[in-house]
């Protein structure tokens, strides 16, 4: 009985650590995969605008200053 007891508790206590374990890694993993993905996404997006939109409004004020010299 003491034993069956105590290989119950210690078998109870190793699988729900290792399970424990196993899961918190991987739902780690995968929260960190999407947060990366996601936040490179999201930077990326608005890095191209902010990008695009300062590039196209030096280019039409360049081009505005150009005509006017010419």
Do not use: H, K, P, Y
């Not at 206590?13 to 780690?28: I, K, S, V, W």
């Not at 997006?45 to 010299?69: E, K, P, Q």
């Amino acid at each position: 009985t003491d034993l069956a007891r105590a290989a119950g508790i210690d078998l109870a206590r190793a699988a729900g650590t290792e399970l424990a374990r196993a899961a918190g890694t991987d739902l780690e993993r995968a929260a960190r995969i999407d947060l990366a993905r996601a936040a490179g996404t999201n930077l990326a997006r608005a890095a191209g605008t902010d990008l695009a939109r300062a590039a196209g409004t030096d280019l039409a004020s360049f081009s505005r200053n150009r005509s006017r010299i010419s």
